[in-house]
């Protein structure tokens, strides 16, 4: 079945303590991106990858760090977390062609820092 | 100004009727456009794409005024099961992706 998976689905932490949460998917897409949505304001990029070791930044990038060693692995890493960092998290992938460039997401990572 | 708006809603309408939403975009070089459908605290899926011609996919029709920079998705003979935030979703150059922050709709019996 071509998916988008994420890990942790749910994750409680403390400020300060580095997380990652892990996003896959096989369907060889060359586009990978994640987004944070909090009420009122809509999903917002974080980074996004066009390709292996080709990672950019999108409009929220402070706080995270990305990496894309494999196309179909995109990590999200928090350094170091803090509060305002508390939102639910999606990956997506895209083909990302003139054709074929609608995104398909992840299930979603529900964080909290305390 | 956002870079893509929506009406947030909610849009609280009875089963059976047509309901309408608009969403506009500022930025005139913006090259693709979508609706996707996310229900509650779960992930967006694409309900459609828009074209400048216009596309309708059974009850379901988004259309794209370039002219006045904004997109519209047309809901008739609307079901219980619609019920949900409906995304415009804006894409500009190769990786710039703009999300409106949603319009929620709740049909009613």
């Known amino acids: 079945e071509a998916q988008v998976t994420q890990n942790p689905r749910y994750l409680i932490t403390v400020t300060g303590k580095k997380l990652t949460v892990t996003c896959s998917q096989n369907m060889n897409h060359e586009y990978m991106s994640w987004y944070r949505q909090d009420p009122g304001l809509g999903l917002r990029q974080i980074y996004y990858s066009m390709n292996v070791e080709v990672t950019d930044k999108g409009d929220v990038p402070e706080g995270y760090k990305v990496s894309r060693k494999e196309k179909r692995n995109f990590p999200l890493i928090l350094e170091s977390p803090s509060p305002n960092q508390t939102s639910l998290y999606f990956c997506?992938?895209?083909?990302?062609?003139?054709?074929?460039?609608?995104?398909?997401f992840g299930p979603g990572t529900r964080l909290t820092v305390l | 100004r956002k870079e893509v708006e929506q009406d947030p809603g909610p849009f609280n309408v009875p089963e059976g009727a047509t309901v309408a939403f608009n969403c506009t975009y500022s930025?005139?070089?913006?090259?693709?456009f979508f609706w996707y459908r996310q229900d509650c605290r779960k992930e967006p899926k694409l309900l459609m794409s828009v074209y400048s011609s216009g596309n309708e996919d059974g009850r379901f029709t988004a259309q794209l005024n370039r002219a006045s920079q904004y997109i519209s998705l047309l809901i008739r003979d609307s079901k219980l099961s619609d019920s949900a935030t409906y995304l415009c979703v804006v894409s500009g150059s190769a990786s710039k992706i703009i999300f409106g922050s949603g319009t929620r709709l709740s049909i009613r019996p």
């Open positions: 930025n005139s070089a913006s090259q693709s």
């Open positions: 997506a992938s895209s083909l990302f062609t003139s054709e074929h460039n609608e995104q398909f």
